[in-house]
């Protein structure tokens, strides 16, 4: 999940790199505005459209819906709301049908486990619910909401004042330290190879990659 998540930003944030810090600060503002901006505008536009749930929500839901009109229901516990749903015989699929299922109204739970790991009604619980008369609609977690997704982009940013409104910085003044400074020169690489260099350097000694040697005087 951490890696798909840093891919992410990754793919967001290409252009950043290689600028100087101060560029890759205003590419990294300019990008987190659009972004915000335009995903407002387009859960603002679902939400005049009559529209409540996510896209992706709403597909699984009308999915489920679809194939719950198969299963028939056993009455098993009225007081609980404890219901039996078996599904259809069918000698074509590779499990073969005819599986039973519990479903917990009250708890909201189901034993296939979709239900309670996803937040959206699986199918079985659908055929419950189009039995007592429920909207099984509303059974949807809230966080698939249109409503929370546009909470989560109605961040108010402000607009930076000018340039040349900005006061000094207070404080010390850091300067670099002369010693360190690099002298003109090639950079070499230190970091440690993996298998995806493996075409790339097959012609290189073996051993180069773990010098810790940054500069070779050119
Ligand atoms: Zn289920």
């Known amino acids: 999940m951490i890696t798909n998540i840093s891919e992410c930003f990754n793919g967001v944030l290409k252009g950043a790199r290689g600028l100087p810090i101060a560029a ?45 009109e ?13 219901y039996q749903v078996v599904t259809s015989l069918n000698m074509c699929s590779a499990g073969g049908g005819n599986h039973s299922y519990e479903v917990r109204l009250q708890e909201r739970t189901c034993s296939c486990g979709k239900w309670q790991n996803i937040g959206i ?20 977690h809230p966080c698939y909401s249109l409503d929370y997704a ?17 006061r000094d910085p207070m404080g010390p003044k850091w300067l670099p330290n002369p010693v360190l400074l690099r002298a ?9 190879s993996n298998e995806m260099d493996g075409v790339r350097n097959k012609d290189r ?13 050119s």
């Open 184 to 192: 003109k020169s090639r950079l070499v690489k230190s970091r440690i």
């Open 150 to 166: 546009l909470n989560t982009y109605s961040h108010a940013f402000v607009v930076p004042k000018s340039q040349s409104l900005w």
């Open 121 to 140: 009604p699986c199918s079985h619980a659908i055929r419950v619910c189009d039995a007592v008369n429920i909207d099984s609609i509303t059974y949807i």
């Open 70 to 82: 198969k299963y028939y229901l056993k009455a098993f516990s009225n007081q609980h709301m404890i």
């Open 205 to 217: 000694e073996p051993g180069w990659q773990r010098e810790d040697v940054d500069l070779i005087e």
């Open 24 to 68: 890759m600060v205003e590419f990294t503002w300019s990008k987190l505005i659009e972004y915000f901006y335009d995903r407002h505008k387009e859960i603002t536009n679902k939400l005049l459209e009559g529209k409540k749930w996510s896209t992706y929500a709403f597909s699984t839901w009308e999915g489920n819906r679809r194939k719950s």
